[in-house]
């Protein structure tokens, strides 16, 4: 992510932004189709209506993301079965009461489920852009860490961390101090790590730091990992024991999980256009996405930098994310605003 950009998932909130009329929530029973909707030359598309910020499962039984609900627009996060079909969970946002004659917008940004089933992720909620009220995001919102139990999703919700939030247009926070969060691992039953940056009123975002965050009983403490200021994309390898991320332009960088000197352990040739967009580990192997001129490539590698290979080429419509499942080298990929699958792209 280059500073001073309008990151992709400002594009996917602009697209989540929804009239809130206070009324219950809708929870869908169904989403999508019994088994994937087609598959072209080993790739298949497993969702029609729009989906993002798609993860794995810990277990890789299931594939977490946003996905569109009943109502037109709205995103509610849902798990989809790993060869794809009908959801088997899916829950939408509430929203508090701000006043009864403003209608509010929210924002869900990377949720991520640990294998006890527990979700983490940010939510926003902010003013409805509107003729009178044309306030660009995130001028007017507030951002919240919230951990939910994925059993009891309404009653167990709870904050544990205030992030991004303005008065009048100006930050609560400094400008090197985090006030947002992108690419949340768990790494632990109370333990997560994840990229720290500081949201600005005119949507710059700043990368700082790879944070470590421990949730307590009434809130979560989040502190930088030394070793990786200025990360930009980040994967957690070996185990939960090394963090993978993004460093100086084409540089792959990887530090133990604790911090320390960082280690570049890919560099990438240079090639017209060429930029990261994308890095998933799972234990000792690795995948990373990057633009091309032509599309986009698919590399694979190990988690301390052998073995880098090109495994498969996109020409045209080329995805934007890439996510790699824990055991069976499944990959899912965001592309043209859908999910779809490539099986068995890696060696198991």
């Avoid at 139990?149 to 247009?169: C, I, Q």
């Avoid at 460093?247 to 352990?265: F, H, R, S």
Wanted: glycine share 12%; net charge neutral.
């Amino acid at each position: 992510m280059v500073v001073g950009a309008r990151p992709g998932w400002l594009i996917a909130i602009v697209a989540m932004l929804t009239a809130c009329d206070h009324s219950p929530t809708y929870l869908p029973t169904s989403y999508g189709a019994v088994g994937p909707f087609r598959t072209i030359d080993g790739v298949s598309q497993l969702t029609t209506g729009g989906a993002s910020s798609g993860t794995w499962t810990a277990d890789g039984q299931g594939i977490l993301g946003l996905m569109v609900g009943g109502v037109p627009g709205l995103k509610c996060m849902g798990i989809l079965p790993p060869g794809g079909g009908s959801a088997t969970w899916n829950r939408c946002p509430v929203w508090p009461r701000v006043r009864a004659d403003i209608d509010s917008a929210y924002a869900i940004v990377a949720p991520t489920l640990g294998a006890t089933g527990r979700l983490l992720y940010v939510g926003a909620i902010g003013p409805l852009q509107k003729p009178s009220q044309n306030y660009p995001f995130p001028v007017g919102w507030h951002a919240q860490l919230f951990v939910v139990d994925t059993s009891e999703p309404f009653t167990s919700r709870r904050p544990v961390a205030t992030l991004y939030h303005d008065h009048l247009g100006i930050s609560a926070f400094p400008p090197d101090e985090v006030s947002w969060l992108e690419r949340i691992h768990w790494i632990g039953r109370d333990s997560f790590v994840a990229l720290g940056e500081n949201l600005s009123p005119n949507s710059t975002i700043t990368p700082l730091h790879v944070v470590l965050g421990v949730i307590g009983t009434s809130a979560a403490t989040m502190t930088p990992i030394p070793g990786t200021t200025g990360a930009r994309l980040l994967s957690v390898a070996e185990s939960g024991k090394t963090l993978v991320y993004l460093g100086d332009q084409l540089n792959i960088a990887q530090v133990p999980i604790t911090g320390g000197e960082p280690q570049v352990i890919v560099a990438l040739p240079a090639a017209p256009q060429r930029s990261v967009l994308d890095i998933s580990c799972q234990h000792a192997a690795c995948l990373l996405l990057t633009h091309e001129a032509t599309g986009a490539n698919l590399w694979a590698v190990s988690s301390t930098g052998e073995g880098l290979r090109v495994v498969r080429s996109f020409t045209g419509s080329s995805p934007s994310s890439a996510a790699l499942a824990p055991g069976t080298g499944d990959v899912v990929m965001q592309m043209n605003g859908q999910f779809y699958l490539l099986q068995g792209l890696l060696p198991n």
